[in-house]
């Protein structure tokens, strides 16, 4: 990282925070914005810099992967297969593939490690990864940009909860953690994670309402989920559903005080209206996983409520189990496709800042601004491109020159 002072200009810079600029500028120092603007007017307030032009193209922050499994990286087969008949035959399918793969931490690394690195040629610059085992971890110096791991917590018995607790004692305070589900992790380990995690000012991810299954076994104790928890021995009657069809995940996580501005709730596709009021009373965060909901078939997520009610959604691949290709810019293209009406410039935001703001880094990364880190993408884009419209649809929807051709600029390797 070198001290000296560069200008970037490009005919397009596009700071999410605030409209997009026409003949941009941005000054950087260290890995640090310290400038931005129209080009002419940075140029005028730091006389003396060096100048990297980026033609046709636009400086943009970069991406927010706010929810993959990298550790299931080497299950890559599954999402390749026709799609499953049920949510939880494809939670048995990938179990099974899972114990028959049998894959040694080796494996698993170099699967992982082969993801990480397509994600930072995509122009992913944080990730907040959710595994069962340490491995991952072991990757994050190898990662120019942000990677947060969480260790996942699982266990639905009463009896289970005592040896979950008595791991968590021996998992460091760098380290965070978090339970998997409502329908899937005991209501005291999940308590317990959220106390801890509140504590410490770790992000707690979990997944909430997924599935239409889900609601029946968090409403009224019933359905698909739960006859796959009897059938493996998961289930001993201790979970208490909420008892109302009014009531889902999102319902059940509030009234045991699981939900905070720190609480991010993956998927949240079947949630109610007044659900989606506590999640903005609450500042709670949500990640949508377009491609994952699409292969599973588990319908989509009320993009179109959440922003009216406020809520800028971040956006997640989720692992190559559910996703036959983890890539955020498929992700708004996909996001779009669904929801013909949302802005495109509401999906970039999702895909940065909403990302950011969802992993408490909206400080450093998801914007443009002076302060933040350099995590800048210059991506070309057709000459012909006229306005913030074109600009904002030419990306969402991939229709760029060429999406994955990232200038690298002189203060961060990773953009």
């Known amino acids: 990282m070198t001290d000296r002072l560069i200008i970037h200009c490009a005919p397009w810079l596009l700071p999410i925070s605030h409209p997009p600029l026409r003949d941009g500028g941005l000054a950087v120092r260290a890995g640090k914005i310290i400038g931005v603007g129209r080009f002419q007017e940075i140029v005028r307030r730091y006389p003396g810099a060096e100048r990297v032009d980026h033609t046709e193209s636009v ?9 993959t499994h990298l550790e299931l990286s080497h299950l890559a087969h599954l999402s390749q297969e026709p799609v499953p008949a049920s949510f939880t035959q494809w939670i048995s399918h990938m179990l099974a593939e899972r114990a028959k793969a049998d894959a040694d931490k080796k494996t698993i690394l170099a699967a992982a490690r082969a993801v990480l690195a397509q994600q930072q040629e995509q122009g992913v610059v944080a990730l907040a990864d959710i595994a069962n085992t340490g491995f991952i971890q072991e990757l994050a110096p190898e990662f120019p940009g942000h990677l947060l791991c969480c260790k996942e917590y699982l266990g639905l018995r009463s009896d289970e909860v005592e040896a979950s607790l008595q791991n968590l004692e021996t998992a460091g305070e760098a380290q965070c953690c978090t339970g998997h589900a409502p ?69 059940y996580l509030h009234q045991h005080g699981l939900l905070d501005s720190r609480t991010l709730c993956v998927h949240a596709i079947h949630v109610t209206d007044q659900e989606m009021d506590l999640l903005a ?18 319908d989509t997520a009320p993009v179109e409520h959440y922003l009216r009610k406020g809520i800028l959604p971040a956006l997640g691949t989720d692992s190559l189990t559910s996703n036959p290709e983890l890539s955020i810019w498929r992700e708004m293209r996909l996001l779009a496709e669904e929801h013909p009406t949302v802005d495109p410039g509401d999906i970039l935001r999702m895909a940065t800042l909403g990302g950011a703001e969802a992993l408490g880094m909206e400080k450093t990364l998801g914007s443009l601004e002076a302060g933040k880190e350099a995590r800048v993408l210059a991506i070309r884009v057709p000459a012909s491109i006229q306005n913030t419209a074109q600009i904002q649809s030419c990306l969402v929807h991939n229709n760029a020159e060429t999406i994955a051709d990232y200038t690298t600029d002189q203060e961060h390797k990773s953009t």
């Open 59 to 67: 400086l943009m922050p970069g991406l927010v992967n706010a929810h």
């Open 183 to 251: 329908y899937s992790t005991h209501l005291q380990l999940l308590q317990t994670l959220k106390d801890r995690a509140k504590r410490l000012g770790h992000v707690f991810p979990v997944h909430v309402a997924e599935s239409p299954a889900e609601n029946d076994l968090i409403r009224f104790g019933t359905g698909e989920i739960r006859d796959f928890l009897e059938q493996r021995g998961f289930w001993d009657n201790s979970f208490q559903p909420t008892g109302t069809d009014k009531k889902g995940s999102v319902s």
């Open 281 to 298: 009373e609450t500042r709670a965060k949500v990640c949508l996983c377009p491609g994952s909901n699409r292969y599973l078939g588990v």
